[in-house]
C-alpha cells in the first residue's frame, strides 16, 4: 500500500472499494494503468456485508420455518418446531462471511500500489487529501463512496438496543422482540424474516409507503396480507421511544385506536440509506449540487456536469440496487479512463425485487411514472393469483400482477407484481419490456402449463383487451389447460 | 345431445374433447355454426384427470415434506413429520377433481347439439360411424382422440397391482413401495414425490435415458442427484414381474451386479404414452401413415396431407404437451373452420419442464437437433449451481445449465438444465430463443441480485467468449456482486 507521505499522482482516484468502486476500478484500468483505489472504512462491499446477502441468508431460514408450520393441508403432518437462533445467525454470519471473503480476495487480488486505505476529501477538482495530510492529484475522480443509514428523528438517541442493517445481521442470537422503523425494502424483507422466527414484531411506518410498491391497489392487497402476518402500520404515529437496560418502549397509537406503550427488546431502523457523501467537503469541486447534496449528474455517463468528476453507486443516490451501481460503476470507470472521450454506456430496464413472501416485483415504467409521461394513453391489465392454477396447486394463490401497456402502439410499459414467484416473473418482464415488445408479441411467446406464468399471460391478455386490441379475457378459458 | 339415429350432417366434425378438441372446436365455430365435438370416453382434459394437474398436486405435497425434513441447517428445527398418505390423495383427489370440474364446467357451456357422447370410426374420409351405427357426414374432421398408456412387455398380464397415470392418483391413500417402470418425465416426476412421501421407490428404464433430457453431461448429473434419494437404473435389467395377492416381485439385476427379487405393492407403467388411434380405422380415409399409424401432417397448418382431415394433440404424437396441444387445436379447428382456406398457424419456441426437484427445463433446439442442424458451428456455455450464491443461500444449490449459441451470428439457439427454478428459467430462455436474440444481446437485459438468473448469466458468458465473441468468464466477478 502507499503510505508515505509525498504527493501521489494519478490519473484516476477512484472513491469507495465497494461494488460501484470495485467495478470503476476495473473498467478505467482498462484505459490507463494508472488508477488509484480508496478505500476509508472496511474492505467489503454494502451487498455482501450488510445488504442482499444477509438479508436473503435470514428470508432462506425464515422460508424453512414458514414451510414447516404449513405442509398440514398437502397431508403432511410437522409438529415440534424450534427455531435455534443462534443457529439461524451462525448460519447468516458465516455464509455471510463467505460472499465477504469472495470480495476480499478480489480487493486482495488488486496490485497494493493500486489501493490506498485513507479516508479522503476534496481539495478542489483535482486534489484529494487524505485524513493524514497526504495529497492525491488526480486527472479524474470517481466518487463510489456508497451510503449509510438514515436515522428516523423519533430513534435519535438511542444506542445499545438501536440496530441498522449494519449492526443486526451480527447479533448473537435472534431477539425475542423487534420495533421495525420503515416498511419500505429492508424494513418489511427483515420484519416479516424476523417475525416466521418466532420474532414478535411491529412494523412502524411514515407516510403509508411498502416497500417501494407504487399502485395503491397493489399496496392495500401487500398491507393486508403482510398484516396476518405481523402488526405493520404503514402510517404510524410514534410518540417516543425510550430505551432501557433491557430494551426500548414505544409510545404509539395502536390502529384499533388506543395509544399504547409496549416494550420490544431492540429497534430497527430501517428508513432507508443516504449517500455517503458528508466528509467529501465537495463544495471544494465547485460542482453543482442538488438539495440533498449530490453532485448533479448524466445518468448515462456518469459524469458530473462537464467535470472530470463521475458519480457511480449508492453515493450517486440514483437507484440503490446492486446490478445498477455495477453498471453505473463500470460506465463511470470507462469514462474516466478513457477521459475526455465520454461515451453513454447501458442502463438496463428498471427492474427492482423484494425477497417478502409473496415478493414484490417492478419493472419499467411504474405507475407514477406512466400518469406523469404516459397521461391518457396508457391501460391496465389485472390478474390475481388467489384462483391462479398452479399458485394454488402449491398453496401459494396469494397475491396481484398488473401489467401496463400503450395505447395506439400495444407497446408493454412496465409492471408491478406483488405475488409468488415475483423475482422470477419480473426477470421475464424486464427482458420484455428492454426489447420494446408489444403486449400482442408478449402473447405469441410460450407459456407452460401449469406455471405461474400464466398468470401473466392473463394479465396480458387483460390489458390487450383494455388497449382495445385483443377479445375480452375468457374466465376458465380451456386454451390455456386447467386452472391456468 | 344428438342421439336419433338420423344421419347428422355437419360442417365440422370434432373428435375427442380433450384440450386440442375443445380448442379445435371453438376455433371452428368462428368460422361456422356446424361444428359437432364428439366424444367417446369421459370427459374431461388429460392434463386435468390424469396428468399436469395431479402430478403437481401430489409433487406439491412431497415438496413440503422434503422442506419441512431439510430445515436443520437453517438453524430450524423440526421432528416428528408424518405422512398421512390418505391426506395426501384426499387433496389430490379433492383439487384434481376442481380441475376437472372446470373443464366439464366448458364443455357444459357447449350448446348440447354440438355434442355428441359416442365411440366413433372413419366409414370415409368424410363419413365417420358411431359404435351404434348413426352416421355422421363431416365437410372437415379435427382427430384429437389423445393418447393412452403403452405398457412395457415385462408389466403384460398384471392387474390388481398395475397402476398407470390413469390410475395411480385414484388410490385411496399412498402405496408402502412402488416399482416405477420407465424413467421418463411423469415417470420421474412421480417416483421422487411418492419417495419424498415416504413411499419405497425403485426406477427401472430401458435405453439410458432420465426424464427426456439429450445432453449426456446433464443426464449424468441428474442421474447422480436423483440416485442420492432412490434406486434409478436408466438401463436395468429386469426379468421378470409377478404378481400376487399382495403385490407384485420384481426380479432384476440389481447395480451393484447381483440378481435379486424384490416385493412392491405396486407397479406403475410409466413407459410414456401413445396415440389413441386404434379404433378410428383410419385406413378407411385413405390417408398416409407413418410407421406409427399416425397421419402424415403438416405441423404448421395440422393438415393430413391434402385432405379435409386435421389432427392436433397428442393423437399427433408431435410434442405432447398441453400448450402445444392447445395451439395445434386452435390451428386445425380454424383451418377446419375456413377449409380450403388453410393457414399456417403460430408454431412456438419448444419448452419443455420437468417438475422434479432440481426441475428441468429443455428450450429451442436441443443437442440432438444441434448435432443434426448445426454441426461445427454451435458452442455451449455452461455453469454449475453448486456454487451459485443464490442458491446456495437457499440449499438449492445442485444442478447445471447449457446454452447453445450459434458461431458467427452470435444467435442464441437452445439449453437444457437440470438445477433449480427451471421451469421459470426455462420460460426466459424460450422467449429470448424465439425472438431470436442473441448471446449479446441476452447479456444486455438486467439480471437482478441475488438471483438464480445469474447463474444463467454466467453460462451465457461463457457462451459468448466460446463462441469468441466475449472475454472469458472471471470467476466470482465482482460486477456481478458476491456470489453471483
Known amino acids: ?175 425475542t422482540s423487534l420495533a421495525v422503523f420503515g416498511p419500505g425494502i429492508l424494513g418489511m424483507e427483515l420484519a416479516q424474516a424476523m417475525s416466521r422466527l418466532g420474532v414478535k414484531v411491529k412494523v412502524f411506518g411514515v407516510g403509508g409507503g411498502i416497500a417501494g410498491i407504487r399502485d395503491p391497489a397493489i399496496r392495500d392487497y401487500a398491507n393486508k396480507v403482510l398484516n396476518e402476518e405481523f402488526y405493520l402500520d404503514a402510517s404510524a404515529q410514534v410518540k417516543s421511544v425510550k430505551e432501557w437496560a433491557g430494551g426500548v418502549e414505544v409510545h404509539y397509537l395502536h390502529r384499533d385506536g388506543a395509544w399504547q406503550t409496549e416494550p420490544f427488546e431492540y429497534v430497527l431502523a430501517a428508513a432507508g440509506r443516504t449517500p455517503n457523501l458528508a466528509g467529501l467537503v465537495l463544495e471544494n469541486t465547485g460542482l453543482q449540487l442538488n438539495e440533498r447534496g449530490v453532485p448533479v449528474f448524466d445518468r448515462f455517463t456518469q459524469q458530473c456536469g462537464s467535470s472530470a468528476i463521475f458519480i457511480a453507486g449508492d453515493a450517486s443516490n440514483d437507484i440503490p440496487l446492486l446490478h445498477e451501481a455495477a453498471d453505473q460503476g463500470r460506465i463511470a470507470g470507462e469514462n474516466a479512463g478513457r477521459y475526455p472521450d465520454i461515451q453513454p454506456g447501458l442502463r438496463r430496464t428498471p427492474l427492482a425485487v423484494v425477497f417478502t413472501d409473496p415478493q414484490i416485483a417492478s419493472v419499467g415504467f411504474n405507475l407514477k411514472q406512466l400518469n406523469q409521461q404516459f397521461k391518457d394513453r396508457f391501460a391496465e391489465g389485472l390478474v390475481s393469483f388467489e384462483d391462479q392454477g398452479r399458485s394454488r396447486v402449491m398453496l401459494r394463490n396469494k397475491g396481484i400482477l398488473k401489467v401496463y401497456g400503450e395505447h395506439g402502439s400495444g407497446l408493454f410499459l ?68 386447467p386452472g391456468a
Chains 1, 2 share one sequence.
Open 1 to 175: 500500500m502507499l503510505n508515505d507521505m509525498k504527493p501521489i499522482h494519478v490519473n484516476v482516484a477512484v472513491i469507495g472499494a465497494g461494488t460501484a468502486g470495485m467495478g470503476a476500478y476495473r473498467a478505467a484500468r482498462a484505459h490507463t494503468d494508472s488508477v488509484l483505489l480508496i478505500e476509508g472504512d472496511v474492505y467489503g462491499t454494502t451487498c455482501a456485508r450488510v445488504g442482499c446477502m444477509p438479508s436473503k441468508l435470514l428470508i432462506a431460514a425464515a422460508e424453512a420455518a414458514h414451510q414447516a408450520r404449513h405442509t398440514e393441508a398437502f397431508g403432511v403432518q410437522v409438529k415440534d418446531i424450534t427455531i435455534d437462533g443462534a443457529a439461524v445467525m451462525a448460519r447468516v454470519q458465516r455464509e455471510r462471511n463467505r460472499f465477504v471473503g469472495f470480495v476480499l480476495e478480489t480487493v486482495e487480488a488488486i496490485p497494493p500500489c493500486d489501493r490506498l486505505k485513507a479516508k479522503v476529501s476534496f481539495q478542489d477538482a483535482n486534489t484529494l487529501v487524505t485524513e493524514h495530510g497526504q495529497l492525491i492529484h488526480a486527472q479524474r475522480v470517481v466518487i463510489a463512496t456508497g451510503s449509510i443509514p438514515m436515522l428516523p428523528p423519533v430513534l435519535k438517541g438511542l444506542s445499545a438496543h438501536l440496530l441498522t442493517n449494519e449492526s443486526v445481521f451480527d447479533l448473537p442470537t435472534l431477539p
Open 414 to 481: 412496465g409492471a408491478e407484481m406483488f405475488g409468488p414467484a415475483a423475482e422470477h416473473t419480473g426477470h421475464l418482464l424486464a427482458w420484455a419490456a428492454q426489447q420494446r415488445m408489444t403486449v400482442s408479441g408478449m402473447l405469441e411467446m410460450p407459456f407452460y402449463h401449469p406455471v405461474i406464468e400464466e398468470g401473466l399471460r392473463t394479465a396480458l391478455r387483460d390489458l390487450n383487451h383494455k388497449l382495445r386490441i385483443g377479445p375480452p379475457v375468457i374466465e376458465r378459458c380451456m386454451d390455456c389447460g
